[in-house]
């Protein structure tokens, strides 16, 4: 496959951390800005988040980055607490560059940080949740057993940084930040999906239910029969359809309480 043509950019926090990013324009909407946030131990350069950035350009413009302590970004990664931080960077560019219309779509750990981020600042128009975590800690998986011990032990994080790039910061979260499915109460009015698939080996599906419960309207769940976890298992299928519910959501014809 062909992938269109990206324009990497260099943003900033509002706490000082530099962000690889790129921008594909739109093949779709015009004023639709797409802001996709990977994984843990993720990157927009990877092949499988190129092959979704291509296919979600084909609905709107797509600005795809690194987060803190991830591929060329700098900074250490906190796992999903301070990255509500680069997120914000990224959707303030996307306004930036002229797309009126903002949504993100994140996996995994971006998910999560797509429903706080959506929560906590409120300046997007719609939100896809792909294969997120409802709360921290989970680790009732042999993979999140691997991602724990990766983050907790110093080898791990040494393994971490050594084979993928990922530099975890040391310590824990003081404060814990709140919990997605907890966000998800706060996300409404604006629009959330919740994808999730059933071979998922990280979470299981009662991790989108929380979410999904714990949202208000207007909100959607599919829960995908043989998908697995995130970037790699989702088809282009699959990112289509998230396409088109995005395109069909994202509009600005909604009112924010208070």
């Not at 790039?165 to 629009?191: C, F, K, N, Q």
Request: charged residues 20%; positive net charge; glycine residues 10%.
């Amino acid at each position: 496959m062909s992938f269109a043509a990206n324009f990497p950019v260099m943003l900033r926090t509002d706490d000082g951390v530099r962000i690889d990013a790129a921008h594909t324009p739109s093949r779709g909407r015009g004023d639709l800005g797409i802001v996709v946030a990977h994984g843990f131990t993720g990157s927009w350069r990877d092949r499988t988040a190129r092959r979704i950035v291509h296919v979600l350009s084909g609905f709107g413009g797509v600005v795809a980055f690194d987060f803190r302590g991830h591929g060329h970004s700098g900074g250490q990664t906190t796992v999903g607490d301070l990255e509500v931080l680069d997120l914000d960077a990224a959707v303030r560019h996307t306004k930036i560059i002229g797309y009126s219309c903002i949504a993100v779509v994140g996996f995994s750990m971006g998910a999560a940080v797509a429903v706080r981020h959506a929560a906590l600042y409120r300046g997007v128009d719609a939100v896809v949740a792909v294969s997120g975590p409802a709360r921290w800690y989970y680790r009732d998986t042999r993979p999140m057993r691997q991602v724990h011990w990766a983050i907790e032990r110093p080898v791990g994080r040494w393994a971490a940084r050594m084979v993928k790039r990922t530099r975890i910061a040391r310590g824990r979260w003081d404060p814990v930040p709140m919990a997605p499915h907890e966000a998800a109460g706060l996300v409404s009015p604006i629009p959330l999906l919740v994808v999730h698939g059933d071979a998922d080996t990280f979470f299981p599906v009662d991790h989108a239910h929380q979410v999904f419960d714990a949202a208000r309207e207007p909100k959607e769940l599919w829960i995908e029969p043989g998908y697995g976890h995130a970037e790699s298992a989702a088809t282009p299928v699959l990112i289509r359809r998230i396409g088109t519910w995005v395109s069909t959501n994202a509009t600005k014809d909604r009112t924010f309480p208070g």
